[in-house]
């Protein structure tokens, strides 16, 4: 069995500001991030499709202790976003000071609008990249 989007492939589309995720053939499900079968029927048979990357908050958190290396970046706020496709997806949320999230957030409409790349550490592989949302009016 092989993977028909690698994390790596994932990780450079969405530097380039595509979310990809993978649509099984046989039930119509989408998974994100990538998985080597479907997440609803653990099928193989699955296709790289590109997602919309709108959606709504369904649950956030705010960030005050940054990783190692990331330090500057703080504060800012992580969201577990529903794509309209069906799958959650994690990111940061930009637009807003992250000292004023609250739970007004939850149920809020997204869109994802860029990426930010982040250098690995000692226990990744390299840099990463993640979607940034923002509210959508």
Do not use: H
């Amino acid at each position: 069995m092989e993977y028909k989007l690698t994390f790596k492939d994932y990780n450079e589309a969405l530097k380039q500001n595509k979310l990809l995720g993978l649509k099984c053939n046989d039930c119509g499900t989408v998974t994100v991030p990538p998985k080597m079968v479907c997440r609803k029927c653990s099928s193989p048979n699955m296709e790289v499709i590109e997602l919309k990357g709108t959606g709504k908050i369904q649950t956030f958190t705010t960030c005050n202790v940054a990783p190692e290396g990331r330090e500057s970046e703080v504060p800012y706020v992580i969201l577990l976003v529903e794509l309209d496709e069906g799958p959650w997806v994690m990111g940061n949320l930009t637009g807003i000071d992250p000292a004023a999230a609250s739970m007004e957030l939850i149920g809020k409409k997204v869109k994802m609008t860029g990426n930010a790349v982040f250098p690995g550490d000692k226990y990744s592989a390299g840099d990463g990249a993640r979607p940034l949302f923002s509210l959508v009016a």
